[in-house]
Protein backbone atom coordinates (compact mmCIF):
# COMPACT_ATOMS: atom_id res chain seq x y z
CA UNK A 1 0.00 0.00 0.00
CA UNK A 2 1.77 3.11 -1.07
CA UNK A 3 1.81 5.72 2.04
CA UNK A 4 2.03 9.11 0.78
CA UNK A 5 0.94 10.01 -2.89
CA UNK A 6 3.74 12.68 -3.28
CA UNK A 7 7.70 11.33 -4.01
CA UNK A 8 9.91 11.54 -1.58
CA UNK A 9 13.50 11.61 -1.75
CA UNK A 10 15.49 9.10 -0.31
CA UNK A 11 16.65 11.83 2.92
CA UNK A 12 13.46 12.58 3.11
CA UNK A 13 11.96 9.54 3.07
CA UNK A 14 14.67 8.62 5.99
CA UNK A 15 13.41 12.09 8.01
CA UNK A 16 9.90 11.19 7.43
CA UNK A 17 10.32 7.47 8.61
CA UNK A 18 11.49 7.77 11.43
CA UNK A 19 8.66 9.74 12.59
CA UNK A 20 6.03 7.21 11.72
CA UNK A 21 4.37 4.58 14.51
CA UNK A 22 4.52 1.76 11.26
CA UNK A 23 7.40 0.93 8.69
CA UNK A 24 7.73 1.71 5.74
CA UNK A 25 9.48 0.28 2.39
CA UNK A 26 11.28 2.69 -0.20
CA UNK A 27 11.43 2.57 -3.84
CA UNK A 28 11.84 5.01 -6.51
CA UNK A 29 10.49 8.10 -4.00
CA UNK A 30 7.36 5.92 -3.03
CA UNK A 31 7.18 4.48 0.28
CA UNK A 32 5.11 1.25 1.28
CA UNK A 33 3.34 0.80 4.43
CA UNK A 34 4.56 -2.68 5.81
CA UNK A 35 2.05 -5.30 6.77
CA UNK A 36 2.38 -7.29 10.00
CA UNK A 37 3.05 -11.03 9.61
CA UNK A 38 0.94 -13.83 11.25
CA UNK A 39 2.36 -16.17 13.79
CA UNK A 40 3.47 -18.66 11.43
CA UNK A 41 5.36 -16.18 9.63
CA UNK A 42 6.80 -14.43 12.77
CA UNK A 43 7.93 -18.02 14.22
CA UNK A 44 9.67 -18.91 11.42
CA UNK A 45 11.68 -15.93 11.53
CA UNK A 46 12.25 -15.95 15.27
CA UNK A 47 13.43 -19.78 14.70
CA UNK A 48 15.93 -18.97 12.10
CA UNK A 49 17.14 -16.31 14.25
CA UNK A 50 17.77 -18.58 17.01
CA UNK A 51 19.27 -20.88 15.31
CA UNK A 52 21.59 -18.05 13.38
CA UNK A 53 22.81 -16.36 16.79
CA UNK A 54 24.93 -18.23 18.80
CA UNK A 55 26.76 -19.34 15.68
CA UNK A 56 27.32 -15.60 14.42
CA UNK A 57 28.47 -14.46 17.42
CA UNK A 58 31.55 -16.29 16.99
CA UNK A 59 32.17 -15.06 13.91
CA UNK A 60 31.65 -11.23 14.29
CA UNK A 61 29.25 -11.00 12.52
CA UNK A 62 25.26 -9.05 13.02
CA UNK A 63 21.75 -10.70 12.66
CA UNK A 64 18.75 -8.54 12.90
CA UNK A 65 15.07 -9.30 12.25
CA UNK A 66 12.11 -7.65 10.89
CA UNK A 67 12.80 -4.19 12.51
CA UNK A 68 16.40 -3.08 10.88
CA UNK A 69 15.65 -1.46 7.32
CA UNK A 70 18.10 -2.78 4.23
CA UNK A 71 19.82 0.00 2.49
CA UNK A 72 20.23 -1.52 -1.63
CA UNK A 73 21.81 2.08 -2.53
CA UNK A 74 22.00 5.49 -0.87
CA UNK A 75 18.83 6.59 -3.65
CA UNK A 76 17.47 3.06 -2.81
CA UNK A 77 15.25 1.28 -2.96
CA UNK A 78 14.99 0.58 1.18
CA UNK A 79 13.50 -2.95 2.76
CA UNK A 80 12.48 -4.44 5.52
CA UNK A 81 13.41 -8.18 5.30
CA UNK A 82 12.60 -10.95 7.69
CA UNK A 83 15.99 -11.41 8.97
CA UNK A 84 19.13 -10.00 7.61
CA UNK A 85 23.15 -10.70 8.58
CA UNK A 86 25.96 -8.96 8.35
CA UNK A 87 29.61 -9.75 8.61
CA UNK A 88 30.79 -6.56 7.27
CA UNK A 89 32.63 -3.78 9.81
CA UNK A 90 31.10 -1.28 8.08
CA UNK A 91 27.76 -2.75 9.12
CA UNK A 92 29.03 -3.30 12.54
CA UNK A 93 27.86 0.83 14.00
CA UNK A 94 24.71 1.30 11.33
CA UNK A 95 22.28 3.34 12.90
CA UNK A 96 19.44 3.58 9.80
CA UNK A 97 20.25 0.74 7.49
CA UNK A 98 22.41 -2.68 6.73
CA UNK A 99 24.23 -1.76 3.61
CA UNK A 100 26.61 -4.67 3.19
CA UNK A 101 24.71 -7.98 4.05
CA UNK A 102 25.85 -11.48 3.03
CA UNK A 103 22.93 -13.15 3.78
CA UNK A 104 19.03 -12.41 3.30
CA UNK A 105 15.95 -14.11 4.49
CA UNK A 106 12.63 -13.38 3.61
CA UNK A 107 9.45 -15.58 5.38
CA UNK A 108 6.71 -15.49 1.88
CA UNK A 109 3.22 -14.33 2.78
CA UNK A 110 0.48 -15.01 0.19
CA UNK A 111 0.91 -10.91 -0.36
CA UNK A 112 4.23 -10.46 -0.98
CA UNK A 113 5.55 -13.87 -2.39
CA UNK A 114 5.80 -12.86 -6.00
CA UNK A 115 7.39 -9.41 -5.27
CA UNK A 116 9.90 -11.00 -2.66
CA UNK A 117 10.73 -13.91 -5.55
CA UNK A 118 10.68 -11.28 -8.69
CA UNK A 119 11.23 -7.30 -8.54
CA UNK A 120 12.83 -7.64 -4.58
CA UNK A 121 15.77 -10.25 -5.45
CA UNK A 122 16.35 -7.90 -8.44
CA UNK A 123 17.09 -5.17 -6.18
CA UNK A 124 18.65 -7.54 -3.76
CA UNK A 125 21.03 -8.46 -6.53
CA UNK A 126 22.52 -5.38 -6.76
CA UNK A 127 24.21 -5.50 -3.36
CA UNK A 128 27.69 -6.33 -4.14
CA UNK A 129 28.05 -8.06 -0.93
CA UNK A 130 24.95 -10.26 -0.72
CA UNK A 131 26.11 -14.75 -1.52
CA UNK A 132 22.89 -15.64 -0.48
CA UNK A 133 18.70 -14.92 -0.68
CA UNK A 134 16.88 -17.63 1.12
CA UNK A 135 12.94 -17.71 1.12
CA UNK A 136 10.97 -19.61 3.18
CA UNK A 137 7.63 -21.08 3.01
CA UNK A 138 4.78 -20.09 5.36
CA UNK A 139 2.05 -22.62 5.07
CA UNK A 140 4.33 -25.34 4.16
CA UNK A 141 7.90 -26.74 4.66
CA UNK A 142 10.12 -25.40 1.78
CA UNK A 143 13.11 -23.40 1.62
CA UNK A 144 14.54 -21.95 -1.51
CA UNK A 145 17.74 -20.62 -1.27
CA UNK A 146 19.77 -18.33 -4.04
CA UNK A 147 23.47 -18.54 -4.36
CA UNK A 148 25.96 -16.54 -5.95
CA UNK A 149 28.73 -18.57 -6.95
CA UNK A 150 32.36 -17.39 -7.97
CA UNK A 151 31.14 -16.68 -11.44
CA UNK A 152 28.88 -13.85 -10.21
CA UNK A 153 25.51 -16.27 -11.03
CA UNK A 154 22.75 -16.98 -8.78
CA UNK A 155 21.99 -20.27 -8.46
CA UNK A 156 18.98 -22.03 -6.34
CA UNK A 157 18.91 -25.12 -3.89
CA UNK A 158 15.40 -26.20 -2.94
CA UNK A 159 15.03 -27.95 0.54
CA UNK A 160 13.91 -30.53 1.35
CA UNK A 161 16.25 -31.66 -1.63
CA UNK A 162 16.12 -34.88 -2.39
CA UNK A 163 17.12 -37.48 0.15
CA UNK A 164 16.54 -41.06 1.77
CA UNK A 165 13.77 -40.84 3.68
CA UNK A 166 15.61 -42.19 7.18
CA UNK A 167 18.08 -38.84 6.31
CA UNK A 168 16.91 -35.87 7.83
CA UNK A 169 16.65 -32.62 5.22
CA UNK A 170 19.66 -30.43 6.60
CA UNK A 171 19.59 -26.62 5.65
CA UNK A 172 22.47 -24.85 4.75
CA UNK A 173 24.03 -21.28 4.39
CA UNK A 174 26.93 -21.44 2.40
CA UNK A 175 27.85 -17.92 3.09
CA UNK A 176 27.93 -18.47 6.57
CA UNK A 177 29.11 -21.84 7.00
CA UNK A 178 26.39 -22.86 9.28
CA UNK A 179 24.29 -26.11 8.57
CA UNK A 180 21.10 -27.06 11.05
CA UNK A 181 18.02 -29.82 10.30
CA UNK A 182 15.60 -27.87 7.70
CA UNK A 183 12.47 -28.68 10.50
CA UNK A 184 14.07 -26.88 13.16
CA UNK A 185 12.27 -23.64 11.47
CA UNK A 186 8.90 -24.84 11.94
CA UNK A 187 9.63 -26.13 15.46
CA UNK A 188 6.38 -25.01 17.11
CA UNK A 189 5.21 -23.53 14.11
CA UNK A 190 1.17 -24.38 12.94
CA UNK A 191 1.22 -25.00 9.43
CA UNK A 192 -1.43 -26.62 7.40
CA UNK A 193 0.10 -29.06 4.19
CA UNK A 194 -2.96 -29.98 1.76
CA UNK A 195 -4.93 -28.73 4.43
CA UNK A 196 -3.81 -31.32 7.16
CA UNK A 197 -2.06 -29.69 9.68
CA UNK A 198 1.52 -30.46 10.47
Not at 72 to 90: H, I, K, M
Request: include cysteine; aromatic fraction near 10%; charged fraction near 25%.
Amino acid sequence: MIANPQSLTPAEYLVWEAAQPLKYEYIDGKVYAMTGGNPPHNGIALNCYSQLRPHLRERGCRVNVADVKVQVAPEGPYFYPDLVVSCDERDRQALEAIAYPCLIVEVLSPSTASFDRGEKFKFYRRLPTLREYVLIEADKVGVDCYRKNSAGKWELTAYPEEAPATQEPILEFVSLDFRCPLMVLYQDVALTQGGQPL
